[in-house]
């Protein structure tokens, strides 16, 4: 008793900080209690993936690829796949970094990615959003991507911001991936990641995090964004540009997604097992490319398997089928120890409805509960990934702040069983809602949702009787008109616009 | 890897029935892989319990009950508190009947509780009703209750139905307690749980019971009907009447749920571990008390313990403290293997809205993972258990079919890695759309939502752009116009209806 007392008190502590404020949940907080594969069942998903790798192998390798690999013990078939050999798979899991730390620009906002450690993001790169005002789905801009990252950047369950809505208003890739870039890192401080069309367009997204860490020392050391990269088209087929971009994004010192997300039933096996078995294959091949690049590399091991309705061959991503998948291969990051990426919480759902709230719900805490380090999708996203809307952010915030608190868990010690008190009250006054430790434990133990409602029927009848969609758009609206955060120093941003055409005015975002 | 298929591929087929329909979730899947408690703290837990039952006991026992402990070994102090001995304990708990079985009256409606089957369940008493015309809060009605009984009769993943409503129009506690125990065997063939309200009443239910079933004997054996009973005020304190009640129902051959339903920070200390522990020796208490009136006794573990909103007192069901109480509750329930029964799914949201859907989706989920044989509230509740809405019951079986899934898990055999079969596709089509696999699994492995929306937002647009909410009351009405089941014989309702005032009309149930 005395030794879990020890242990538990002290990794809260330690978590915390000795003089942070008191909060019931935190980032951070250790996942794995879920395990939906048994020992045996990891070991041969595992093997299933080395022996994917080393006998069927991936087509469509880039030349530098094909060289890195050769040289270190794979070889090509006539056919044209790269195999890579069990040896050169296990040695790069083996050798692969764990330490990895994905800064913010504000102390606090660090996310270790290490052990089983959660964190909650958004995640998208939907082509649409839903208008606020008029409810209806329209093509996305820079300017809605900006408000998505200044939601996130005040919301406080959500701990990092992934590039969410395809900037269609950019009048050329280049452009879009400038002004993506610029518009989550004006809008959030928190760590972003975005994805980089083409390796061509990584050195202006180096040279745009420089100018605002202030050089390219100061953003290697401690790197604000992420480059997010699906370098495969499933099944075991590389993606040759994405490929290339990884490379360049790894030499530029980005920490890098290694993203496979493969549809069950379409582009990997109807099976989760077998899809679950092809995304960790594909998800390894990838981190062998990038240790070979560079083995100081920050890598994230991110198979993002996703699933499809097969009566229609449409993706959908908000039933049991994704929830499990998802969680299994959460599982296998914690089977390999790596710092792990997942994708739950997309929702079919076209508004935040029911059907928004239970699918996000069952998929975010499978994955969470799984052990998986970093949650994209957690937050904003609807319609099969098809729509973002900004509402959702608020809705979802609040949800996050349960999960992680089932993720905080039950803390068994002698003090929190409390016999003595139990002993105490019964014998006096019949009840615990004097008693001190409940005053006590009532910010350090509870979370308290924003915008959820506790009130009675009667009440809340009274009161407008909204549902929590109303009341999200409210609270978003407010968010949006109070919060403008100026995340980017003014010589940076004067540099930035200096060097390309930026969408977002400097009016829309506060420094004019 | 043959032994895992063979395990895997047995279980399956063992609970489905060789020549039952492809489906792709059924009840009593096995539940058990997330474990909030390590075996430390699960150890922690019962010594805990242990300890309060054996030096700190509880009040208010009567007097059958102190003959009964007494005459076992226990010993009742000076200030009135009943002590429950260590070796009694876990006596009873060695000996409790782990093969009970909650019977429908039609086949296929057994719920198994042994092991770590899953089962859902609505679940209530609440007083209200969100009247499906008007959309307001109003006073249950009998016949309010027989709607969601026959809701729950047609929706496949719910498979067991709790009395969810207070019938309000009964004129007295006896008229409440026969036409609550009618209105549910009237309107489901699925097993029922009522609460009875005091000991007097139980002969009436026995007798309806008896009239239905075609005798006593035949009722014994096959019992249909469950008594829910809350045998405790917590803290630690039994509740006089409740207890004769559970002692008739006992002698009375029904199954009984051994309740307890502290309020964390209320009448349960505020830590989740000192709420649980509490819990759990309650519950312990009823088991013993239980197994002394009957050691043959269907006897279900059901700590339900519930937490409060510390800034109003107020009771509140949607937070992750909820979630992850229940869940190690559940998870103590594995540890003594008993059947074992969980309060999931309160939310605090007074519509079906995306709270509705996030709070009740992890609750479930949680409580499922960790073992709970029975889950009461995973459907149908609303406003911390002030209301139910009948749309509610639509959208939450759509969520539980889903959680469903995720229980089934990802099942890791040969087969179902099927490497050969990703090589095939591989260096054939490119894809898995018109592998026969895929079509095979189409039925069997996946779900599909009945009125989850997975169009795409165009369509769901052009199609009238309703939310979850609008489809399941349209879908509820279909149901309740469409489905009237005729559970009760001809002969057996004359015969209640002779003996007693039954509110539901002839008419109203179709018998007329």
Redesign the interface.
Known sequence: ?A??ERTRSRRGREARGSDAPVRA?WPGLPGG?????DA??QR??HE?AL??LE??GL?QAIPSMVARVTAAGGRQTA?GRLLFPRALVEDCIAGARRDVVLHGRRDGLEIDLSGARIHMSSGGASP?IVDIETG??RDATTRDLYDAARLVDALEHIHHFSRSLVARDAPDPLAMDVNTAYACLRGTAKHVSVSISEPGHVPAIAEMCHLIAGGERAFRERPFLTAMVCHVVP???FASEACATLEAAVLAGFPVQIISAGQA??????????S???AVAETLAGLVFVRLVDPAARAIFAPKPLV???????M?G????Q???M??AAQMGRFYDLPTSSIAGIT???????????????AV??AA?AGSNLITQSCGMQ??L??VSLESYV??N??L??????I??????E?????A???E???GE????A?P??????KS?????AI???????D??AEG?L???AR?RQRAREILAGHHPQHVGAEADRAIRARHAILLSPEEVGTA
């Open positions: 008793m030794e879990l949940v209690r879920f395990l939906p594969l045996g069942e041969a998903v299933g022996s994917l006998t069927l087509s056919d649409a209806r789905y099944p075991m087929r039933g379409a582009t990997s096996p109807a099976s989760i097992a077998g679950l078995v092809q499809a309705d097969l009566r229609t061959g449409a959908c908000g039933g049991g089928e929830a499990i998948l969680a299994g079919d759902a076209k508004v935040p409805d029911a059907q928004h709230g239970a699918e996000k719900a069952l805490a499978l509960h319609a099969s098809l729509g809705a979802d609040d949800m702040g349960a999960i992680l608190r089932t905080r868990g039950v803390e068994v010690t003090e929190t069983l409390g016999l008190a139990i002993a009250v019964c014998r019949g009840h615990f809602l008693h430790q409940t005053y006590a434990r009532m133990d509870y979370v308290y949702p959820g409602d506790r009130r009675s029927p009667r809340w009848e009787g549902d929590l969609r999200a």
